[in-house]
């Protein structure tokens, strides 16, 4: 028997963290349908570059925080090697102990192909397991480490696949069947950067694609059904136009779909009288059925190719679940950035809709960026988020210090 009392701080936490925000009156052919999946936190945007640029990343000039959004674009890397650590308080707005840490590097091997990895970390803080005064508590939290190798295939083209561990332990009860859960991972990723001529500029224009956390499902202990992790698929643009030597201005856009089944919503029947007063009504066997077989049933595999197809609204709702965002980011000499964007998601899947805004500072040994959010609405949880970024320039460090030596 599960032993926490004060559950109510634990499920707003999760639902949170799945954006599972404010919905504002609809019809029950419309209800509330989010795309649901395991480990959450794999789903959140680590650096403070892409954060500010209203979450994109996968055809962005590459840098040391690739290996979240595309591996494939370390190759293009000037730097020979690079690390970064990424921090962000998580949820603020509901509570103080939430946060991501993420640590990501590099390394390039020749000139055509590199080697990276990144491990994050997830604090869900301390959840009390009983409200009495000798009550004890748990501190649940996600973790995940990556590997990846990425190289070259033209002198614009690269790909890149990269192997992940997920280690989710977020159980709240002692008992002999609980434990934490474990799950294997793959991304296959692909990027493309080439030049062309706009009047006397030279312009970039990129693309990339990434299909991220391809592997098993997830379980704990004490439950016989296994959870989708988000395996996604991220696909987007890139161009660069430089003004003069000193100033230029890209502009990025993307979209993400995850590649989850859509959980079963149980049928509408206007006929039933439980239904006038209230938009939900207890699950009957029959529902419980069809659940087990049109979702906790199906492979992960299956479950990639059925997440385009089994949108209870069909074709329309299919659409609902495409996330996009767009990106801006002006530079002056190489050392000065100052970025916008903003992130859509339908109301029905989450609701996630937000401005963000952000500056970065780069130097030759290291760079700081930092980026903030502002939510299009008062209630979302995800409103001042802050999230701050330190990255160093290996080459830039071995050069100071041989610069010290002579």
């Given at each position: 028997?599960?032993?926490?009392?004060?559950?109510?701080?634990?499920?707003?936490?999760l639902?949170?963290?799945?954006?599972?925000?404010?919905?504002?009156?609809?019809?029950?052919?419309?209800?509330?349908?989010?795309?649901?999946?395991?480990?959450?936190?794999?789903?959140?945007?680590?650096?403070?570059?892409?954060?500010?640029?209203?979450d994109?990343?996968?055809?962005?000039?590459?840098?040391?925080?690739?290996?979240?959004?595309?591996?494939?674009?370390?190759?293009?890397?000037i730097?020979?090697?690079?690390?970064?650590?990424?921090?962000?308080?998580?949820?603020?707005?509901?509570?103080?102990?939430?946060?991501?840490?993420?640590?990501?590097?590099?390394?390039r091997?020749?000139?055509?192909?590199?080697?990276?990895?990144?491990?994050?970390?997830?604090s869900?803080?301390?959840?009390?397991?009983?409200?009495?005064?000798?009550?004890?508590?748990?501190?649940?939290?996600?973790?995940?480490?990556?590997?990846?190798?990425?190289?070259?295939?033209?002198?614009?083209?690269?790909?890149?696949?990269?192997?992940?561990f997920?280690?989710s332990?977020?159980?709240?009860?002692?008992t002999?069947?609980?434990k934490?859960?474990?799950?294997?991972?793959?991304?296959?990723?692909?990027?493309?950067?080439?030049?062309?001529?706009?009047?006397?500029?030279?312009?970039?224009?990129?693309?990339?694609?990434?299909?991220?956390?391809?592997?098993?499902?997830?379980s704990?202990?004490?439950?016989?059904?296994?959870?989708?992790?988000?395996?996604?698929?991220?696909?987007?643009?890139?161009?660069?136009?430089?003004?003069?030597?000193?100033?230029?201005?890209?502009?990025?856009?993307?979209?993400?779909?995850?590649?989850?089944?859509?959980?079963?919503?149980?049928?509408?029947?206007?006929?039933?009288?439980?239904?006038?007063?209230?938009?939900?009504?207890?699950?009957?066997?029959?529902?419980?059925?069809?659940?087990?077989?049109?979702?906790?049933?199906?492979?992960?595999?299956?479950?990639?190719?059925?997440s385009f197809?089994?949108?209870?609204?069909?074709?329309?709702?299919?659409?609902?679940?495409?996330?996009?965002?767009?990106?801006?980011?002006?530079?002056?000499?190489?050392?000065?950035?100052?970025?916008?964007?903003?992130?859509?998601?339908?109301?029905?899947?989450?609701?996630?809709?937000?401005?963000?805004?952000?500056?970065?500072?780069?130097m030759?040994?290291?760079?700081?960026?930092?980026?903030?959010?502002?939510?299009?609405?008062?209630?979302?949880p995800?409103?001042?988020?802050?999230?701050?970024?330190?990255?160093?320039?290996?080459?830039g460090?071995?050069?100071?210090f041989?610069?010290?030596?002579?």
């Amino acid at each position: 028997m599960k032993k926490i009392l004060n559950y109510k701080r634990y499920l707003i936490v999760l639902l949170c963290a799945m954006a599972v925000m404010n919905v504002s009156a609809q019809d029950k052919q419309n209800m509330f349908n989010p795309v649901n999946f395991g480990v959450t936190s794999l789903a959140i945007a680590p650096d403070a570059r892409a954060g500010a640029m209203g979450d994109v990343g996968v055809a962005t000039e590459a840098d040391a925080n690739s290996q979240y959004w595309n591996p494939a674009k370390y190759p293009f890397n000037i730097a020979r090697a690079g690390v970064s650590a990424s921090y962000t308080p998580w949820l603020r707005k509901l509570v103080n102990d939430i946060n991501l840490a993420n640590l990501a590097g590099f390394y390039r091997i020749g000139d055509y192909s590199a080697l990276s990895a990144s491990l994050r970390y997830f604090s869900l803080g301390e959840v009390m397991l009983s409200e009495a005064a000798d009550a004890m508590s748990i501190k649940p939290y996600e973790f995940a480490f990556d590997a990846a190798y990425s190289r070259m295939l033209s002198e614009c083209f690269s790909m890149g696949v990269a192997m992940r561990f997920i280690y989710s332990d977020i159980t709240y009860d002692y008992t002999a069947e609980s434990k934490a859960g474990k799950a294997f991972a793959a991304d296959i990723s692909m990027y493309r950067n080439g030049y062309f001529m706009m009047g006397n500029r030279e312009c970039s224009f990129g693309w990339g694609l990434n299909i991220s956390n391809i592997g098993s499902k997830i379980s704990y202990g004490g439950d016989d059904n296994a959870e989708f992790i988000p395996t996604n698929l991220r696909l987007g643009i890139n161009m660069t136009i430089p003004f003069n030597e000193y100033n230029k201005f890209s502009v990025t856009a993307e979209a993400n779909k995850l590649l989850v089944p859509t959980y079963p919503k149980q049928k509408y029947d206007e006929s039933n009288e439980e239904w006038a007063g209230n938009n939900y009504m207890e699950p009957n066997e029959e529902y419980q059925d069809r659940v087990q077989r049109e979702y906790y049933d199906i492979s992960p595999i299956s479950g990639i190719f059925k997440s385009f197809h089994d949108a209870p609204n069909g074709f329309k709702e299919e659409m609902q679940e495409i996330q996009w965002s767009l990106g801006m980011e002006y530079t002056y000499n190489d050392r000065f950035m100052i970025r916008a964007g903003y992130h859509h998601e339908a109301e029905n899947k989450g609701n996630r809709k937000y401005f963000t805004a952000g500056a970065g500072f780069h130097m030759s040994i290291f760079s700081v960026d930092a980026a903030y959010v502002f939510s299009t609405s008062q209630t979302n949880p995800l409103d001042q988020t802050m999230r701050f970024t330190l990255g160093f320039d290996l080459d830039g460090i071995k050069e100071l210090f041989s610069s010290r030596r002579r």
